[in-house]
């Protein structure tokens, strides 16, 4: 069955990009220019996921989140711009899926779109939790910033602590190189994005020294970064 997207997005220029590329990988989608307007077609159609921007012009995009959750369990990803940091953080706090900052590539929402919807299809059974428990090889810890990996600590810098800690919360989210800056670096804009590729480059063979035949952070051409799922 085809999978229906949500976009309640007041910027048609942007909305036709995105139906393209959502199209293309084979979606339906709907489109909605206000809050309002968004919240009726989730009561009256079967959604799979919105994609919500958080300024829209009759509604804060927060707000109008909270309501939808109040009619469904559908899930969300936010627009952002790019200067509003706060956006981002509140978004995910209050329990979005996931959020893309504009200006983006429609072929990155459209995978970040797939990975939600892979995650929500596949729920916990009773036994998955304590499986994954104990196959997982990572364990964090906040108060030394320190992570471990199959039981040996990892000896890394403070933005390698940080970029592989923000993989490890989320298996299978993937984050642009942008995401990353912006959630791991103090003043993002004093840094190049392509910094994170170094550090990247630098965790992998730090990991691979403990487990050279498994690479644990995968690459998704075009779009960025994602720890693997499967253990």
Not at 120 to 141: A, G, L, M, R, Y
Not at 164 to 193: F, N, T
Not at 211 to 230: N, W
Request: proline share 5%; with cysteine; hydrophobic share 35%.
């Amino acid at each position: 069955m085809t999978q229906t997207i949500l976009i309640i997005e007041d910027e048609g220029g942007i909305v036709d990009n995105v139906v393209y590329a959502l199209k293309t990988e084979g979606f339906n989608t709907l489109w909605c220019s206000t809050g309002t307007e968004g919240l009726e077609t989730v009561k009256s159609n079967d959604i799979s996921l919105v994609i919500l921007d958080v300024g829209l012009p009759d509604i804060n995009g927060f707000e109008l989140f909270k309501d939808i959750k109040k009619v469904s369990n559908i899930p969300v990803i936010f627009l952002t711009a790019r200067s509003e940091e706060i956006d981002r953080v509140v978004g995910l706090e209050i329990g979005a899926d996931d959020y893309v900052t504009k200006p983006f590539s429609p072929r990155e929402l459209t995978a970040r779109v797939k990975a939600v919807l892979r995650r929500v299809s596949q729920p916990p059974t009773s036994n998955s939790k304590s499986k994954i428990s104990k196959s997982f090889p990572f364990e964090c810890d906040d108060k030394k910033n320190a992570i471990t990996y199959y039981g040996e600590q990892l000896q890394i810098s403070r933005y390698e602590y940080r970029i592989l800690k923000i993989l490890i919360d989320h298996p299978g989210w993937v984050y642009s190189r942008e995401q990353l800056m912006e959630m791991a670096w103090e003043e993002p804009d004093m840094s190049l994005v392509r910094t994170v590729d170094a550090h990247i480059k630098n965790l992998r063979q730090k990991l691979k020294k403990i487990t050279p035949d498994c690479d644990p952070i995968v690459t998704h051409r075009g779009s960025g970064y994602a720890l693997k799922e499967d253990w």
